[in-house]
């Protein structure tokens, strides 16, 4: 089974501040990555799908780049409605794992 | 609007089963992969099951395979996940999640139900 790797698995920040997280897949995944927003009490929401594209509606603060075992997501000028869990998904093959996930705080 | 309103959980005794549902409406049921992901209280986020569109195509967590059965009704635009011989630890939030495409996976799930909790415990 692949096995995804996130960190860190908290981080806090400042408004406005560039926040980045990292994802590893154990096995080459190409591109099939997603990531995931999940704010306390709520559903989660797909933010990125296949490593870098933009779910529609998302603002473009957020984004997302890697390929193969390495992985990136980026919260570009942290916002304070940007409180929540972050997870990566690989879509790539079954069981389709998700990583830890990342509790972003503001400083 | 697309929509996902799951149904059935509840408290079930260690060894019993229940099973949930997840209607989708708004959009072409038929026309999609759909999967079941849970989630402890307080912890991350588990796959557990997904079905193509046509229902032909069925995948399971090693967690849940030969006790669990995912199964759809596109005549009425239903979900299941039959869950048998229940453990404590698969306590947890079930959430029903659409797909983008027809093929059995977890591609783009672009909308979820807002979940259905199952507790086993005696």
């Known amino acids: 089974d692949i096995q995804m790797t996130q960190s860190p698995s908290s981080l806090s920040a400042s408004v406005g501040d560039r926040v980045t997280i990292t994802c590893q897949a154990s096995q080459d995944i190409d591109n099939c990555l997603n990531w995931y927003q999940q704010k306390p009490g709520k559903v989660p929401k797909l933010l990125i799908y296949d490593a870098s594209n933009l779910e529609a509606g998302v603002p473009p603060r957020f984004s997302g780049s890697g390929s193969g075992t390495d992985f990136t997501f980026t919260i570009n000028s942290l916002q304070s409605e940007d409180i929540a869990t972050y997870y990566c998904q690989q879509c790539y093959d079954v069981p389709f794992a998700f990583g830890p996930g990342t509790k972003v705080h503001i400083k | 609007e697309l929509q996902l309103v799951e149904s059935g959980g509840g408290l079930v005794q260690p060894g019993g089963s229940l099973r949930v549902s997840c209607i989708g409406s708004g959009f072409t049921f038929s026309n999609y992969a759909m999967s079941w992901v849970r989630q402890v209280p307080g912890k991350g986020l588990e796959w557990v099951s997904g079905i193509s569109g046509p229902g032909a195509t069925t995948y399971y967590a090693d967690s849940v395979k030969g006790r669990f059965t995912i199964s759809r009704d596109n005549s009425r635009n239903t979900l299941f996940l039959q869950m048998n011989s229940l453990r404590a630890e698969d306590t947890a939030v079930y959430y029903c999640?659409?797909?983008?495409?027809?093929?059995?996976?977890?591609?783009?799930?672009?909308?979820w139900g807002q979940g259905s909790l199952v507790t086993v415990s005696s």
């Open positions: 999640a659409k797909d983008d495409i027809s093929a059995a996976g977890f591609t783009r799930p672009d909308c």
